[in-house]
């Protein structure tokens, strides 16, 4: 029972991605963003907010620290890094395995780091 559980999540994981890609298109390239929803840069914004403290100071460095990252990657590599970063975060084995250990996929989250690292450098 809990195989199939732990499928059903990594299953409704992909429908809601998909369901969040299809209602909110990615808008012309603004600015150096490559597509990036304006929902994804709040997303991110108030995430950082959220782990860097709740200031105007924060707000302007979190803002520049995706802008760095949505200069660096185009959104669909953004959006299967986040995917593949939430994929690697479930329990258990199977399916979802391949998220974890497999080369491409651990070679693809170390670029996105690496890319989040420096853009703290520059905006932290």
């Known amino acids: 029972m809990r195989s199939r559980k732990r499928t059903c999540i990594g299953a409704c ?7 969040v890609a299809v209602a909110d298109p ?7 963003r490559q597509g990036y ?7 991110y914004v108030i995430g950082c ?8 100071e924060t707000l302007q460095k979190c803002s520049c620290s995706i802008d760095f990252i949505a200069e660096s990657i185009p959104y669909d590599e953004y959006v299967r890094v986040e995917t593949l970063m939430r994929l690697q975060q ?13 080369a491409w996929s ?14 703290t450098l520059r905006c932290f």
């Open 26 to 32: 990615p808008s012309p390239d603004a600015g150096g």
């Open 90 to 102: 479930l329990e258990g084995v199977g399916r979802n395995a391949v998220y974890k250990s497999s």
């Open 13 to 19: 994981l992909w429908i809601a991605l998909a369901t």
């Open 49 to 56: 907010l959220l782990a860097n403290g709740t200031n105007p």
């Open 37 to 43: 929803p304006t929902s994804v840069l709040a997303d």
């Open 106 to 119: 651990n070679a693809a989250v170390t670029r996105f780091k690496e890319i989040q690292a420096e853009s």
